[in-house]
């Protein structure tokens, strides 16, 4: 009688949790946490640009600005990581039709550009460090490498999500977890472009204002 009146309970526990049961939407979740995880990186950047506004113009009588800024090569550099989010968006609209080969042509080349843009932010880097230029030389300097340094670390992992759902669509091709992922990288490909701007004017081009 026990082990009867036990399956009864069972058998009404199952039959409650079927009937509460919906189904829920693929991936939501996942779009918004990234949306969240944008959030909160947006608000490490405010407060890196905040820093740098209040530090950007103590030099400790050591170099300015225009003492250190190439700006054509900022310009040049400005322009790899434009065009890449452009190539995204050609990766991005390929993946909708479908077309596997095409959307894999359009990520290497967006790498390809990621790459040059933090192949010439080394360069920038390096060309500072042997000029005497190292972040501990003043305020403005530690603000400045903290910054650019921040973004620049960004775009390497990007680099790296994007070999790595490279990867993914060439061996599974574009299922919709796939899809979903290059959404993600797309927005967060998009954020570093829109950073960057706001890096290149306010560090850069009011930098060379001063």
């Known amino acids: ?113 990621g790459l040059s843009f933090l192949s010439i932010e080394l360069y920038e880097f390096a060309h500072l460090i042997h000029e005497g230029a190292t972040p501990q030389r003043s305020a403005f300097l530690s603000s400045f490498f903290t910054l650019v340094g921040t973004h620049g670390l960004h775009v390497t992992f990007g680099i790296i999500w994007l070999v790595t759902l490279m990867v993914q669509v060439g061996r599974y091709g574009l299922i919709a977890a796939n899809q979903r992922r290059l959404m993600c990288l797309s927005m967060f490909w998009h954020f570093l472009d829109v950073i960057w701007i706001g890096v290149f004017t306010f560090v850069y081009l009011m930098g060379m204002l001063r």
């Open 1 to 113: 009688m026990a082990s009867k009146a036990a399956s009864a309970v069972m058998t009404d526990d199952v039959v409650f949790y079927l009937a509460d049961e919906h189904d829920h939407a693929e991936g939501r979740s996942t779009m918004l946490g990234f949306w969240l995880y944008l959030m909160s990186d947006c608000l490490i950047f405010a407060v890196l640009f905040a820093t740098y506004g209040v530090l950007g113009s103590n030099y400790a009588a050591g170099p300015s600005p225009r003492d250190l800024f190439d700006l054509p090569l900022v310009a040049l550099n400005t322009t790899m990581l434009l065009l890449s989010s452009i190539t995204y968006g050609f990766a991005m609209l390929t993946m909708v039709k479908g077309r596997v080969g095409q959307t894999q042509i359009w990520l290497a080349i967006t790498g390809l550009f």
